[in-house]
T-cell receptor, first 115, second 113 residues
Framework: EAEVAQSPRYKITEKSQAVAFWCDPI?????LYWYRQILGQGPELLVQ????????DSQLPKDRFSAERLKGVDSTLKIQPAELGDSAMYLC?????????????FGQGTRLTVV | QQQVKQSPQSLIVQKGGISIINCAYE??????FPWYQQFPGKGPALLIA?????SEKKEGRFTISFNKSAKQFSLHIMDSQPGDSATYFC????????????FGTGTQLKVEL
């Protein structure tokens, strides 16, 4: 069964350091999402790609966060510099397209701890 | 702005009982309401979804009830089993919203023997 792959599974980093997460969506899925899930809360969309283009990054803290999907396949989310408040689970998801009601499949996430 | 409110935060149900989780939304543009199930250390997985043109949808032991006028929807888990113990999230999206999901805060369900 096809899955969304994410790495690393866990990351501990010091405040002010740079950190990066990688996501490989299900093959053929044109739409890729990065969500942030703070402990005890629901996931919140950070950025959405359609192929290699960003279609929604309204909730992405652009002063420290960046995301790219250069060839429209895998994607990287970067935080620089990391802050204590960035500690969360970062979830990647993909769907066949970005049309409403299209099922999004989530990866297992990267749990980030900033110390 | 939290647009989807979910309750209760946690729920303990005896095996064989009915688990009920409620959600309320504010944005009347929402027209797709999925429920996700998340086990510890895993990403959320789609459980069941409904559109507002129907008032109820059932899949196996899972039922969504939808009240458009009240802007509320709920998940019912019949004959709850220990394997159902997980965190459940309601969510909503709307046509034209690029399939962006707005999630509730989650309900941690524990089914006891």
């Amino acid at each position: 069964e096809a899955e969304v792959a994410q790495s690393p599974r866990y990351k501990i980093t010091e405040k002010s350091q740079a950190v990066a997460f990688w996501c490989d969506p299900i093959s053929g899925h044109a739409t890729l999402y990065w969500y942030r899930q703070i402990l005890g809360q629901g996931p919140e969309l950070l950025v959405q790609f359609q192929d290699e283009s960003v279609v929604d990054d309204s909730q992405l803290p652009k002063d420290r966060f960046s995301a790219e999907r250069l060839k429209g396949v895998d994607s990287t989310l970067k935080i620089q510099p990391a802050e204590l408040g960035d500690s969360a689970m970062y979830l990647c998801a993909s769907s066949r397209n970005g049309q409403a009601n299209t099922e999004a499949f989530f990866g297992q996430g990267t749990r980030l701890t900033v110390v | 702005q939290q647009q989807v409110k979910q309750s209760p935060q946690s729920l303990i149900v005896q095996k064989g009982g009915i688990s009920i989780i409620n959600c309320a939304y504010e944005n009347t543009a929402f027209d797709y309401f999925p429920w996700y199930q998340q086990f510890p250390g895993k990403g959320p997985a789609l459980l069941i979804a409904i559109r507002p043109d129907v008032s109820e949808k059932k899949e196996g032991r899972f039922t969504i009830s939808f009240n458009k006028s009240a802007k509320q929807f709920s998940l019912h888990i019949m004959d709850s089993q220990p394997g159902d113990s997980a965190t459940y999230f309601c969510a909503a999206s709307f046509t034209g919203g690029g399939n962006k999901l707005t999630f509730g805060t989650g309900t941690q369900l524990k089914v006891e023997l």
